[in-house]
Every structure is written in C-alpha cells, then in structure tokens.
C-alpha cells in the first residue's frame, strides 16, 4: 500500500496586509513539506487544481516541477487535474515534462473538479460537465499511448496525423481517475481499466463499496486484468502524538472550512458531534494517534475490498507549518511501517 499526502495550497488562514507575502510564504512552506514527505518515505504527493482566492494550486504542474528539483524519489502527481476545462494536449505535455525534470515520477489523477470555476474561466459550459470529460479523456489516453495521433471530437479542434511531444520517461504515463459518488464515473474508469482515485471526504467509508464493486465487475467485463484495477482513497487526515492532539489540532480548521463550503452549497455547520463522528471507527476522517491511523487504514482498506493507496488532506485545517512537518514524520516512521 502507498502512502502519500494531498495538498490545495490553501492561503485561506493566511490573513496579512500583504498579500503577495502571504503567497510567497505559502508556497515556500508547501515546498518545504514535499521534501519533508520525501525524506520521510512517503510514496506520493500531489497537488490540487483549484480557481478560487483561497487556494494557489491553478497551476499544479509547475508547483510539482519546483518540487521535483528538490526531491529524489516521492511520486508527483496532480490531486485533481479538472479536465473537462483542460486541453488534453497541454496537459499531457506538462505532464510529460515533469516527468523528465523527476526523471519518471509524475502521474496526472484526472477529474471533473468538485468546484465549478473552472468552466466559465476556460470559455466552458457547465451544463456540458460530464461529455466534456468523456470527450477530453479519451483524447488525453491516446494521447498517452501514442506518439502520433488523428482525433476528433466535439469540444475541440480535430488533430490529424500529428505528433505530440515530449514523450515521458515512463513509457506509460500513469492516469488515475479521481472520483467521488457518481456511479457512472466508477463503471467509466472500469471500463477504460484506469485506476481508481476515491475521495471519500465524509459519510462513512464503507458505503463506498458497491461503488467500487461497480468499477471492478465493469473492468473485468471489459476484460483488464484484476492487478490493473487498483483503487485508491483521498481522505482529509492528521498524526498527532496522541488521539486528543491530533483530534484537537485538526478540528477548528477542518470546522471553519467546510461550515464555509456549506454555506455556498446550503449545508449546516459543522459541528464537534459531527466531527468526533467522522474521527470514529467507520467515519470517512483518518484522523489521531500513529496506531489509530494505521489500525483506520487498514480498516477501510478491508471495508473497501483492498486499497492500493492512501493520501492524507491535512493543510486546509489551519494547522501551523510545524505541526504539519511533524504529522508526515509520524505518518512515515510509524504508520508507515505498521502498515508493511
């Protein structure tokens, strides 16, 4: 099992008259923990795509390049790529790019984007959410898969017989898809026999598993073998020393985040019953001591039929830089080898 963590590079606590400042620092601190996560033998960290003030992930390819030079064997990947508002052949082509400056460590985790900015941004109709990415992840595979192309489509000008470079390192660049309840995204990325990106960000994990027994029957169906079909699982996440400090730390900003998504989306506020119900056995936060997360970990794993990955979210919960440095210290000298 892989074991990574997930960042949107979230500026949202950061309040100074400074603003520029406050990036600059931002970023500076989200660079200092891939290298934490690097040194401390982690296998993955990616970086979100969001359009939105509180987020500075609208470029993920170039946060990850700057993170490449400064790592040695983590894998960089994006924690979504909103593709639908994408061009297939630019992204590939960033994509492929950092695979050489990592010398064959990137991957793309390819999505519809849980936000919507991105579409009238990039000149997109919402209404056109789901044939948009159909469209664009086709063009994206074969893209992959081959060095020269003809493909047309409706959302895009129609290439013809033309070549596309750089070519990775790997010789299959891998693409995840990164789902969320939608049993149609599910059936899609089994039918294509792409692994599987699950975010699971509330609710309790287990009833994910008819979706995941969905992905499973649709690419075996499909005929891809059974070692193909990884699945992973993106939940929010945090190591403290003990279960109280780490339930303690991640609460008030995990709680002013989503009270704050909630009311853009007509939810109630978070509560604390609410949460200490999501830090429980079967809730969706992998969240407390080393023991705690690794015993979750591998519960959800069984619940979900086997977990070939997981990435901790941790730094949209206000916790300060040290506290953070030293959660993916825990995660890898003691969660890490529980899991092996």
């Known amino acids: 099992m892989e074991i990574g963590i997930d960042s949107f590079a979230a500026a949202m606590f950061n309040d100074t008259p400074d603003k520029a400042a406050r990036n600059v620092n931002v970023m500076a601190q989200l660079l200092e923990r891939i290298e934490q996560a690097d040194q401390a033998g982690l296998d993955v960290f990616g970086i979100g795509e969001h359009h939105r003030k509180e987020f500075l992930d609208s470029a993920?390819?170039?946060?990850?390049?700057?993170?490449?030079?400064?790592?040695?064997?983590?894998?960089?990947?994006?924690?979504?790529?909103?593709?639908?508002?994408?061009?297939?052949?630019?992204?590939?082509?960033?994509?492929?790019?950092?695979?050489?400056?990592?010398?064959?460590?990137?991957?793309?985790?390819?999505?519809?984007?849980?936000?919507?900015?991105?579409?009238?941004?990039?000149?997109?109709?919402?209404?056109?959410?789901?044939?948009?990415?159909?469209?664009?992840?086709?063009?994206?595979?074969?893209?992959?898969?081959?060095?020269?192309?003809?493909?047309?489509?409706?959302?895009?000008?129609?290439l013809h017989n033309q070549s596309i470079y750089p070519r990775p390192v790997q010789s299959s660049l891998p693409i995840w898809l990164g789902v969320g309840g939608t049993p149609q995204s599910f059936i899609r990325a089994g039918v294509l026999g792409l692994p599987l990106m699950v975010a699971i960000i509330g609710g309790e994990t287990h009833r994910f598993r008819p979706l995941i027994d969905l992905y499973k029957e649709a690419g075996a169906k499909a005929g891809h073998p059974e070692d193909r079909l990884k699945v992973g699982l993106h939940s929010l996440g945090y190591?403290?020393?003990?279960?109280?400090?780490?339930?303690?730390?991640?609460?008030?900003?995990?709680?002013?985040?989503?009270?704050?998504?909630?009311?853009?989306?007509?939810?109630?506020?978070?509560?604390?019953?609410?949460?200490?119900?999501?830090?429980?056995p079967t809730g969706a936060l992998i969240v407390g001591s080393?023991?705690?997360?690794a015993e979750k970990i591998?519960?959800?794993?069984?619940?979900?039929?086997?977990?070939?990955?997981?990435?901790?979210?941790?730094?949209?919960?206000?916790?300060?830089?040290?506290?953070i440095l030293k959660s993916i210290g825990l995660i890898g000298e003691r969660v890490i080898p529980q899991l092996r």
């Not at 519960?299 to 506290?323: C, I, W, Y």
């Open 239 to 280: 190591v403290g020393s003990t279960s109280q400090e780490a339930t303690n730390d991640f609460f008030p900003g995990y709680a002013e985040v989503f009270t704050k998504i909630g009311r853009e989306r007509g939810w109630a506020p978070v509560t604390r019953a609410q949460y200490d119900a999501q830090t429980g």
């Open 290 to 293: 080393p023991d705690e997360v």
């Open 60 to 158: 993920p390819a170039m946060i990850l390049a700057a993170a490449a030079a400064r790592t040695k064997h983590i894998r960089l990947t994006s924690a979504v790529t909103v593709l639908s508002a994408a061009d297939p052949v630019r992204v590939f082509q960033n994509f492929a790019t950092l695979d050489l400056i990592s010398n064959g460590r990137a991957e793309i985790v390819a999505g519809r984007g849980s936000f919507v900015e991105a579409y009238p941004l990039f000149g997109y109709k919402l209404e056109d959410y789901d044939p948009l990415f159909a469209e664009k992840l086709d063009m994206l595979i074969k893209i992959r898969d081959n060095e020269t192309i003809t493909w047309s489509g409706k959302y895009r000008a129609p």
């Open 298 to 323: 591998l519960r959800h794993s069984e619940a979900l039929g086997g977990v070939s990955r997981v990435t901790f979210q941790m730094d949209n919960a206000a916790l300060p830089q040290e506290k």
